[in-house]
């Protein structure tokens, strides 16, 4: 049953979460309207960035839908969102170059993407498991199937939590990157920053709203 309590503790988190969602689409939406001087498209400063940090195994690509990119380490692919990808605005380059982090991350071996890499097939089993075995615990009364589907739920906000700091980093080494190679002009780089920031956001609601199911779970397990 949905109580006060549980209003109470989700609300703060649902709130951020909502808020985080707006603040990226209304910044990326901004910032696109913004062309950066150099003239350069994301995927031009993607398959620069990578040939700048010795990375020539990487493939860049263009993927359907609007903030859709991403890195994949397993087929060494940067996919980048059709806005993005084609597109010479700051917030392109801005996203293009905070893909191009994870690729240098995953070139670099960076502890922090290891991790994530290794926690997630126990996250994936988690998000798909842990609610259903905790409400079939608590249904019939098995506490060691509550506390599997706990223990599961756990894996999945390690998760969330690893990947605040592997967010973190990849958009420092993309500003680092496009100030240093001189891609954005002194008066462009807020603006780019600005996109990275909203994004980062993303990722703290969801490790917020993570922690939280996890407290209320564990609270309804204790009180049964």
């Known amino acids: 049953m949905f109580t006060m309590n549980d209003m109470i503790l989700l609300l703060p988190a649902l709130i951020l979460s909502v808020y985080a969602q ?12 913004r062309r950066a001087a150099s003239g350069l498209t994301g995927a031009q400063v993607a398959r620069m960035l990578l040939q700048r940090n010795g990375i020539d195994d990487v493939k860049v690509e263009t993927v359907p839908g609007s903030l859709s990119d991403h890195y994949d380490p397993t087929q060494k692919v940067l996919r980048l969102s059709e806005p993005v990808y084609d597109s010479n605005s700051l917030a392109a380059l801005g996203v293009a170059a905070h893909e191009t982090g994870h690729a240098i991350q995953h070139h670099t071996a960076y502890s922090a993407l ?17 609610i259903p075995l ?31 700091p592997v967010e ?22 807020q603006g780019a920053k600005s996109v990275l920031d909203a994004a980062a956001l993303t990722y703290v609601a969801a490790a917020a709203m993570a922690v939280v199911q996890l407290i209320r779970l564990i609270m309804i397990r204790n009180h049964e």
């Open 22 to 33: 707006w603040k990226v689409s209304s910044t990326f939406k901004k910032m696109s309207e």
């Open 114 to 130: 290891s991790l994530r890499s290794a926690i997630l097939p126990m996250a994936n089993i988690g998000s798909k498991l842990a």
């Open 134 to 164: 905790f409400l079939g615990g608590m249904l019939m009364r098995m506490d060691f199937l509550i506390t599997i589907g706990i223990v599961l739920f756990i894996g999945a906000v390690a998760f969330t939590l690893v990947t605040l």
């Open 168 to 189: 973190f980093n990849a958009s420092r080494r993309a500003m680092a990157q496009l100030t240093s190679g001189g891609f954005l002009r002194n008066d462009e780089i």
